[in-house]
């Protein structure tokens, strides 16, 4: 892979490396050149310079994780999540709270010049309609209080997995204004449906075809983990320099049609 988005033995660590879109997103990093470092609660298949297991849903975890780690890195990708079958509590403290955790504990980590990617996705698509809301549960900034305010909160959570997104999505756009100033980009995706297990373990079990049908359009297929993984390589990528604070759609169009048609 040429070395033009400039990953070649710079160090960066990946969450969800053992499957689906942060298993990609580990292998095309290795493919540029990096050298690849991991977090995940299970076993990974790929030659990684380490590998540390971790439950995003305990803080512990977490920080044992991140204190067997050495060095410095130059990106973390947050790539790990649970669907939406899981429990609420569950989804939030791995989808957001323990990302959040995972990164504030990262950053002094992170040189001058990183870059952080995370995956959001379409299901975080109403942000933008409950801002106020998600900056009040942002503003519960310890892992503790987060989930406090989730379980004060449940019908604004409801089942976890947008809210969870949502949450990701307007948690970069604030970290963007802050992190710049010490020279650290921090960007997100917004994958539509992707063929990972996820898609076929939760998401095809409990929706009606034609309901994931009209979902894929107008592109008529789901994504594959590695079309999503070159989006969130190639924006936390140094040849992306300027691009801080965005939340890139890489759905195949379905909101720009979806916004057409409203």
Partial sequence: MSDLVGYQDRRVLVSGCASGMGHATAKLLLRAGAEVHGLDFRPTDLALASMQQVDLRAPQSIDGAVAALNGEFDALFNCAGL????????????NFIGTR???????????????????????????????????????????????????????????????????????????????????????????????TP???????????????????????????????????????????GYLNGAALNVDGGRLAGLTMRA
């Fill in 101 to 195: 955790h995972l990164t504030d504990r990262v950053l002094p980590r992170l040189a001058e010049g990183a870059a952080i990617g995370s995956i959001a996705s379409t299901a975080g698509m109403g942000w933008s309609r409950r801002i106020p809301l998600l900056k009040e549960f942002i503003a519960a900034q310890d892992y503790a209080g987060a989930v406090r305010w989730a379980e004060d909160h449940p019908d604004d959570v409801g089942e976890g997995y947008s809210f969870s997104k949502e949450a990701v999505v307007v948690w970069t756009m604030l970290q963007s204004q802050t992190l710049i100033r010490r020279g650290i980009r921090i960007n997100c995706t917004m994958p539509g449906l992707t063929q």
């Fill in 198 to 240: 996820m898609l076929t373990d939760q998401i095809a079990v409990k929706t009606a075809p034609e309901v994931l049908a009209d979902v894929v359009q107008p592109f008529g297929r789901a994504a594959t983990p590695e079309e999503q993984a070159f989006a969130l390589v190639m924006i936390t990528s140094p040849a992306a």
């Fill in 83 to 94: 669907g939406p079958t899981s429990a609420p509590i569950d989804i939030l403290k791995v």
